[in-house]
């Protein structure tokens, strides 16, 4: 897709603050410091549209992109992170929760996994909190650059399995450095969303 526009519309925290436009939504998770600015900054062509953090836990809010004026990216907080109050976990929790199960823009969510590693226990409750609410899922894995191409398929399968992925569900391998399944990535956002 050629993205000829794209802005941060918003940050929100409850429901109120979400933008009021009907423009389909892609919800984007994963871990912290995953690389879910990278994704987004990857896939509009910017620098640094979303910003992008050493340090995990820097999404706090869901951030609500418009792109071409017809689709929102929507990045929510990302998971696992140690650093924060237990209390602070909880009102995250369920601030994605309350977006993610009463939006009705929300076309699919994707969720984005580092290959090179098998998904870890938060990744397998937030697939699973997916599948539970019917929101159709996308899954990235991200980070392909640092493997060898002979062995993604290895990869995929521990990714596969430790998910328990539903076979409908696509999977695009994909790399912010390098590019690698940016197209593809657009290819099934769009089939979600036109």
Not at 75 to 80: F, M
Not at 169 to 184: A, H, L, N, R, Y
Request: net charge positive.
């Amino acid at each position: 897709m050629k993205v000829t526009s794209s802005d941060i519309v918003t940050s929100a925290v409850k429901p109120d603050q979400y933008p009021n436009e009907q423009f389909p939504e892609i919800a984007l998770a994963g871990r912290s410091n995953v690389g879910k600015s990278s994704f987004i900054n990857k896939l509009l062509n910017r620098k640094s549209l979303a910003r992008i953090s050493s340090k995990p836990g820097k999404t706090q809010t869901l951030n609500f992109y418009l792109i071409n004026e017809m689709l929102s990216f929507v990045d929510v907080p990302g998971y696992g992170f140690a650093k924060v109050s237990k209390s602070e976990r909880a009102a995250w929790g369920k601030m994605i929760e309350t977006y993610l199960t009463t939006r009705e823009q929300l076309r699919a969510a994707v969720l984005i996994i580092d290959l090179r590693h098998a998904p870890s226990k938060d990744d397998v409750l937030m697939y699973d909190f997916l599948k539970h609410h019917q929101i159709p899922t996308i899954l990235i894995a991200t980070k392909c650059d640092k493997i060898p191409k002979g062995k993604w398929q290895k990869h995929l399968k521990v990714v596969k399995e430790t998910l328990n992925k539903d076979p409908d569900d696509p999977i695009v391998v994909f790399s912010s450095e390098t590019g690698q399944g940016k197209e593809e990535a657009w290819r099934v956002i769009r089939e979600f969303t036109s």
